[in-house]
């Protein structure tokens, strides 16, 4: 057996692949498991959004608050090419949020987080600004605010690929089957997609399964405890643009919940989400029919031109992993995250809640109690650094863009803006000295190329069409259906000769 590892985590998605990447950068031996591929549940499946949440006040989420809205910025810093500061309309309702409690609201959200790169809030004449077009005419006021847009799936991946890069193993399609404490290590087996049995000692446990935390704990670990989570179904369909503008709403219904309606890769419209009980297995979340047509009356209360069921082209849903706090709704539970450190023996720590935007902060909490009982090399070192690709300024991406497009002529636009968006300072590096579209190989459709796909399975951790078309990147809204089974094909016999090079 090798050398143990100084953590071993469970879980490949946006919380564990961030607690990797910090402690990878901090010095310690890292393993990481993931049973399917990156962000393949919850952390693909969120409405994409670094925000701090602004109905969490209503619940007196304070620090919750507080603390997302001070890594808004933060992470935008480290991140441009997969964030970028988007503007949301919250028009106002009568009947429902009276005026001045949105005002006290907004106020709120743009102080208590010392906003610096984000404009504050400013209030609207629908009557008058583009953003009341495409509503009913009832409407005449609005607030506006700042929070950020993130590719989420891609967020994950980079946090693995910069964690790989500091010296981090990353499995994935690797199964933990069982974990056993001896003496003072954990005797962790895994179950490889090829058959491949392995056991890997390490030193501490880290369980950042998400919705399979509790799970993991009774399950796979054979522990008890009194511990529990509330798994909520949040589910989000997408439809074709429904306007013409670059900036979201933020609906509020008269059942207290609100939704979003977001410009989502240049032709559509993302509206969500959901807030209900999920009593399935988390691998069974459904956009059900009922949560489809809630979304689509929800919206179709504002805008006006209705929105239905035969409008909607996609729909996704995942299942956040709630610490169980009592609440009585699924809407109120909280978002917070709870860390519990189990040292009946070799550490366990068992992480429960979060959200996307605390991520960073919730991996420096999980190392400072790590610290309690391991030895930790060096200190918190994540905030502001970038992941791979964003090392240029917030406002830099029209002038990446550009200079991808003088390098490499035959790109369009569009095309070029995509690769940025993707691969940041990168995106040069993944068409290599490409001087026409037909250097870059086999093309897949939807500007998808075989020079891509390879970079994509060598760098990105991808294997199969599902995870480049849905993760890596949503081009499965533009592909066919014969043109991601043909990509299908592809891998799978690149996969073949990669095992087996003589044949």
Known sequence: MDKPADLFIIGGGINGCGIARDAAGRGLKVTLAEMGDLAQATSSASTKLFHG??????????????????????????????????????????????AWLLRLGLFLYDHLGGRRILPGTRTLDLRRDAAGAPLKPGFARAFEYSDCWVEDSRLVVLNARDAALRGARILTRARVTGAERAADLWLVRLSHADGRAETVAARALVNAAGPWAGEIVTGTLRLTSSERIRLVRGSHIVTRRLFDHDRAYILQGSDGRVVFAIPYETDFTLIGTTD?????????????????????????????????????????????????????????????????????????????????????????????????????????????????????????????????????????????LRLVRAYGTEAGEVLGGARSAADLGRAFGATLTEAEVRWLVAREFARTAEDIVWRRSKLGLRMSAAEIAALDRFLTEEMAHAQHPGR
């Open 276 to 416: 209900a009980e999920h009593l399935g297995t988390p691998a069974e979340a459904r956009c059900t029919e009922g949560e489809r047509d809630y979304l689509c009356r929800f919206v179709s209360d504002y805008f006006a031109r209705p929105v239905t069921p035969a409008d909607v082209v996609w729909s996704y849903s995942g299942v956040r992993p709630l610490y169980d706090d009592g609440a009585k709704s699924a809407t109120a539970a909280t978002r917070d995250y709870v860390l519990s450190l189990d040292t009946r023996g070799a550490p366990l720590l068992n992480v429960y809640g979060g959200k996307i935007t605390t991520y960073r902060k919730l991996a420096e909490a999980a190392l400072a109690r790590i610290a309690t009982v391991l030895p930790v090399p060096q200190g918190p070192w994540t905030a502001r650094a970038p992941l791979p690709g964003g090392g240029f300024p917030v406002d830099g991406v029209p002038r990446l863009v550009a200079a991808l497009r003088a390098a490499h002529p035959f790109l369009t636009e569009r095309w070029a």
């Open 53 to 98: 949440g602004l109905r969490y006040l209503e619940y007196y989420e304070f620090r919750l608050v507080r603390e997302a809205l001070r890594e808004r910025e933060t992470l935008l810093v480290a991140m441009p090419h997969i964030a970028w500061p988007l503007r949301f309309v919250l028009p106002h309702h009568r009947g429902l949020r009276p």
